[in-house]
Each structure stands twice: as structure tokens, then as C-alpha cells.
């Protein structure tokens, strides 16, 4: 069975930084784009980035929220996806979902930004 | 960027009522459209993909439909287990776009 599994979240103060992981398993990893989304407490779902399989050059793609902060990365030798997140503010504060090919989920990791 | 407007943002239901949710695209996204739900406390779940393909194990009252901007999402003989909010997502443009969601409610 697929299985995504986030880890690295917790609490951070703003311009901060933090990097969160994703363990994927029960896929080919390697042929899988891989994005990550996030959910504001109370609020909608929100995408925030992709990266795509090492035939696409792994292409990466931003919300313009994360735009030049967020960077996504991939390796595909551990199956693990990332996303390195930079001067961090209090509106990243979010449950950050990774999902492969939109098609399967993990149960989401929470960051919270706060001093 | 592309806005996906959803409409309406909730809905109050009853078991058994069909129920029609719509997304519409500030441009043509041709297709590119994929429907999920998501459960309180739970991560969302992929439901119709292209705009009209029913994912693997999604039962077939659900349907979606539409093309270019206008997109619907019908379930057909509610069920008490589909209370949930259903987000649409645009895939067509990068960004990626969500739309905000309908939340179905019990009346």
C-alpha cells in the first residue's frame, strides 16, 4: 500500500527556518511528481509546490506566497521529498501535506510560526 | 493566476438528496481539473481527476463534469458519510489553484 509518511514539523519564530521531510513507499518513487500542500488552521487547502521526475530535469514550481523562501527537492534513491522552508513568516503557520501525483496523501505535519 | 470560484460554500443536505457543488475558472483549464474530499481531521482524498474520471475505490455517486471554465461535482443519494468539505483544483497553470471549497452540512 502507498504510504507517505511527514516528519520535521514543530515550532519556529518568524525569519526562521525549517526543512520537512516526506517518506514515500508502496510506489516507483522515481516516475511520481511530488507537491507539497498546506492548510492554515480553519482555512482551505492551499498548493505550494511541485517537482517533477528526473525526465522532466525535476522542474520545480511555486505558490507565489513561497516564491524565492520555499525550496522543494527530491531523492530519489530514499524515496524522500523535502521542502526547505527560509525566513519563515507567521503566515506559513499550516498543516504541510505531501501528496504524490495528487493521487495519495500523507496525514500532514504541523508548522507553526510564532514568537 | 488562475482563481477557481466554488459555489456554494455550504450546503445544508439531507441522506438521499442529490447534491451539485460548481468551480469555475478564471480562464480555460481545458480538463484539468481534479475534485477531492476531505473529512474533519483527515487529509483530503482524491475523488475525480481530469474532471470526469472517477479515482480507484471512489463509488460511482459521485460524478464530475465540465470543460474550459465551468466544472460540477454531483453526488447523486447522499450519504451521511460524505459530509465533508470538496475542493476543486486547477492544474492546467502554474500555479496550481485551489478553490475554497463547499462544506456540506446536515439539515
Known amino acids: 500500500a502507498v504510504q507517505l509518511v511527514e516528519s520535521g514539523g514543530g515550532l519556529v519564530q518568524p525569519k526562521e527556518s525549517l526543512k520537512i521531510s516526506c517518506a514515500a513507499s508502496g510506489f516507483t518513487f522515481s516516475n511520481a511528481a511530488m507537491y507539497w500542500v498546506r492548510q492554515a488552521p480553519g482555512k482551505g487547502l492551499e498548493w505550494v509546490a511541485r517537482?517533477?521526475?528526473?525526465?522532466?530535469?525535476?522542474?520545480?514550481y511555486y505558490a507565489d506566497s513561497v516564491k524565492g523562501r520555499f525550496t522543494i527537492s527530491r531523492d530519489d534513491s530514499k524515496s524522500m521529498v523535502y521542502l526547505q522552508m527560509d525566513n519563515l513568516k507567521t503566515e506559513d503557520t499550516a498543516m504541510y501535506y505531501c501528496?504524490?501525483?495528487?493521487?495519495?496523501w500523507g496525514q500532514g505535519v504541523m508548522v507553526t510560526v510564532s514568537s | 493566476n488562475t482563481v477557481m470560484t466554488q459555489s456554494p460554500t455550504s450546503m445544508f443536505i439531507s441522506v438521499g438528496d442529490r447534491v451539485t457543488m460548481n468551480c469555475k475558472a478564471s480562464q480555460n483549464v481545458g480538463t484539468n481539473v481534479d475534485w477531492y474530499q476531505q473529512k474533519t481531521g483527515q487529509s483530503p482524498k482524491l475523488l475525480i481527476y481530469?474532471?470526469?474520471n472517477r479515482y480507484t475505490g471512489v463509488p460511482d455517486r459521485f460524478t464530475g463534469s465540465g470543460s474550459g471554465t465551468d466544472f460540477t461535482l454531483t453526488i447523486s443519494n447522499m450519504q451521511a458519510e460524505d459530509l465533508a468539505v470538496y475542493y476543486c483544483l486547477q492544474y492546467n497553470y502554474n500555479p496550481f489553484t485551489f478553490g475554497s471549497g463547499t462544506k456540506l452540512e446536515i439539515k
Open positions: 517537482i517533477r521526475t528526473k525526465p522532466n530535469n525535476y522542474a520545480t
Open positions: 481530469g474532471a470526469s
Open positions: 501528496t504524490a501525483a495528487r493521487r495519495d
